[in-house]
């Protein structure tokens, strides 16, 4: 939970580098206040002077006239402060002003919150890859999203474990309730107050792929319900299953699954499931267990096995080839295995077998969404439509 109130207690982690020492402290703050009163009560416990006391939080040396309420600070949070070996002196004038905290601590960050159920603003913690403290000072500032996202990117001085060649670990949680929760890149505040190129309406919080193609929450849920009940996710490596924009004939598409959690747990759960099995059909050692009251799907890597495998849920055992349970591979008519093989093709893209019952030689691959022809096998041209678009 965030502090509320106007008076709330910090934990205050204070390393002494010109004596070598590392105490804690409980310090009583104002929410109004700014990093200068913290370093002064600090000074009044220590007798170090406050000019000589360095604040540091989420890796970031913070500037004395940061308001503590800006830091979404909870009774779980420690902020560090560091006394360096030497200190620089500065001509000081009068007590700084109170201003807003830098947004690239804070920042305008969305996370989905599984506690809250919900879309949610996050604040972005910063803690020693090794030892997870969050003593630490980052050597550069992270650039875009894969430096927060990715792990050794950002490198760090940590001064709890102080081990050379450290990385951050970046984690995000929920404003609301300070648990975990999954950073959504494609969500962000509508600052200007744009329209929903759905519906016109003006919400605080939006989806944008990154090409200003807005959609509100509400529509962007019902986008994804309605693409969801034909299954029209497209396979795009490196994303996986996914959509493209809200926008007609816009390719940009969502590059995080998280962001599908709007859909609600269960039709969040019924995407997983249907994405596993296109994505298990679609590759060579993919299974899907063939007994009626299971229907799960999982890798299989068969070895030198006897083409038989065991469902890892009802540990239903069969053969992957005729999918019974009493094997009838050798029973099996040839002439009708030869049919099946001459009247299906493979998609061009994915390599799902795909049979033609009828109509032009148009397809559409329901797995990755790719125009091919059926004849051809190969991406759908305007030469296809001319020369043998019904033969």
């Known amino acids: 939970m965030l502090f509320s109130g106007m008076s709330n207690e910090v934990t205050v982690v204070l390393q002494d580098r010109k004596t070598g020492q590392r105490r804690n402290y409980t310090i009583n703050v104002n929410n109004n206040e700014n990093i200068l009163e913290l370093t002064k009560s600090v000074e009044k416990i220590t007798k170090i002077p406050s000019e000589e006391l360095e604040v540091v939080f989420c890796g970031k040396k913070l500037s004395k006239s940061t308001i503590m309420k800006d830091l979404s600070l909870t009774p779980a949070t420690q902020i560090m402060l560091l006394r360096p070996n030497s200190v620089v002196k500065t001509a000081t004038t009068s007590s700084p002003k109170l201003q807003t905290t830098d947004t690239s601590i804070l920042g305008s960050f969305y996370v989905w919150c599984k506690s809250c159920d919900d879309v949610r603003r996050g604040k972005l913690r910063v803690y020693c890859q090794n030892c997870e403290s969050t003593s630490v000072l980052v050597k550069s500032e992270p650039q875009n999203w894969m430096d927060v996202l990715k792990s050794k990117r950002i490198p760090v001085t940590c001064e709890n474990c102080c081990r050379p060649g450290l990385y951050a670990e970046f984690k995000f949680k929920c404003l609301t309730c300070n648990d975990l929760a999954a950073a959504l890149t494609h969500v962000r505040g509508n600052w200007q107050m744009a329209e929903c190129c759905i519906c016109d309406g003006k919400e605080k919080i939006i989806f944008d792929l990154g090409c200003n193609h807005i959609s509100c929450q509400s529509c962007f849920k019902d986008y994804l319900l309605s693409t969801l009940q034909e299954f029209h996710f497209e396979n795009r490596p490196p994303y996986g299953f996914t959509v493209s924009c809200v926008y007609p004939e816009c390719n940009r598409v969502?590059?995080?699954?998280?962001?599908?959690?709007?859909?609600?747990?269960?039709?969040?759960?019924?995407?997983?499931?249907?994405?596993?099995?296109?994505?298990?059909?679609?590759?060579?050692?993919?299974?899907?267990?063939?007994?009626?009251s299971c229907g799960q799907s999982f890798f299989w890597e068969p070895y030198d096995d006897d083409g038989r495998s065991q469902c890892p849920d009802c540990f239903y055992t069969f053969c992957r080839k005729c999918t019974e349970r009493d094997c009838v591979c050798q029973s099996e008519d040839d002439l009708t295995r030869t049919t099946i093989e001459a009247t299906t093709r493979r998609c061009p893209k994915c390599n799902v077998a795909t049979e033609r019952n009828g109509g032009c030689a148009h397809i559409h691959c329901t797995s990755c969404g790719m125009d091919w022809c059926f004849k051809c096998v190969t991406e759908w041209k305007e030469e296809c439509q001319w020369d043998h678009w019904f033969n």
């Open 254 to 292: 969502v590059q995080d699954v998280h962001h599908f959690h709007v859909m609600g747990q269960s039709s969040y759960s019924e995407y997983q499931r249907k994405a596993t099995e296109r994505l298990i059909a679609i590759d060579d050692e993919g299974v899907t267990c063939p007994n009626p």
